[in-house]
């Protein structure tokens, strides 16, 4: 592997799938800084949930995009673009390369082919939205738009009332106005995604699931909620935290939301595999035991490509 630091490398793929250890690994090899390509990771005092990079991974390897935003604010993909874009600047200045790692699809979309189109918000029709039980949006979605109804993630009101927004507002079905995307257009040759065996993933998001409430992931979403968390519509998406502040509001005992947060997780990282798919041509690489790093001959082999 030749250091390039004009050529940024892309590594994306599900939860837990290992994505952060390579990365580390890559910078240490080729003198990188990563950029966090993750939604959540954004938000300040949102650490145990989001796994963030610990201090010592942070010291060790410089990352962006991370801890940019309070709970009072709002972020979205048209930020990401222009903040990522400046990370990017940035470290090849330095002459050092950018490695963008993370799991939101959108966002890595979102930078490489610019953004879509769509109608601005209606304060009027969003504020009906929100007041309308998620059960009904859910019906009315169903009825309008089969083929959204159908690959929406029906536990994140904030998507539906946006493809609710939308549908109203034109007229037309949200699924056939999700395309075409237009500006950005960044020559990329290859994004790299990171997987692992159906069984191996789920064993691996139990594991970080249980970690989370070990390292006290309930005590840091008390501290949240006093910062405005159950108040900001995008950050209450998070997994891990909605499901807490339903406990901590006494809708289920410790155990329970544990496991809710298991499945939860494990839906996501299926949701998130099926979105890379479809939207995205990724060269995947599947990583087996404890093999998060530069030893897969497949991985390595993709990158001197």
């Excluded at 507002?169 to 075409?180: C, D, I, V, Y």
């Excluded at 909605?242 to 949701?271: D, N, P, S, W, Y």
Aim: net charge positive; aromatic share 6%.
């Amino acid at each position: 592997m030749q250091n390039t630091p004009s050529q940024p490398i892309f590594l994306a793929g599900p939860t837990a799938a290992g994505k952060s250890a390579v990365a580390l690994e890559l910078c240490a090899r080729l003198e990188g800084e990563i950029i966090s390509v993750d939604s959540m990771q954004v938000y300040r005092g949102m650490d145990i949930g989001t796994a963030k990079p610990t201090a010592h991974e942070r010291q060790r390897v410089r990352h962006h995009l991370i801890d940019i935003v309070t709970l009072k604010e709002n972020f979205d993909a048209a930020q990401f673009i222009r903040l990522a874009e400046l990370a990017a600047q940035d470290i090849q200045a330095r002459g050092r390369r950018p490695i963008f790692c993370g799991g939101t699809g959108l966002y890595f979309k979102a930078y490489l082919e610019g953004l879509g189109t769509a109608p601005a918000r209606d304060a009027n029709i969003r504020a009906e939205l929100e007041a309308t039980p998620l059960e009904r949006l859910l019906e009315e979605l169903e009825r309008r738009d089969p083929a959204a109804f159908r690959i929406m993630d029906r536990q994140n009101p904030r998507r539906v009332i946006r493809a609710l927004e939308v549908i109203r507002l034109t007229g037309k079905p949200f699924s056939a106005q999700r395309a075409p995307w237009t500006g950005g257009g960044r020559p990329v040759t290859k994004i790299i995604g990171l997987t692992r065996p159906v069984g191996e993933l789920t064993h691996r998001i139990h594991q970080r699931v249980e970690e989370m409430f070990r390292r006290g992931l309930v005590a840091e979403t008390d501290v949240l909620m006093e910062q405005g968390l159950a108040e900001n519509q995008t950050a209450m998406q998070a997994l891990g935290y909605r499901q807490v502040v339903e406990h901590l509001r006494g809708q289920r005992g410790l155990a329970e939301t544990m496991e809710l947060v298991k499945i939860r997780t494990r839906q996501f990282a299926k949701r998130q595999l099926t979105w890379f798919r479809r939207q995205m041509n990724l060269e995947w690489v599947t990583l087996t035991g404890e093999e998060t790093s530069l030893d897969n001959s497949a991985l390595a082999g993709k990158l001197r490509a």
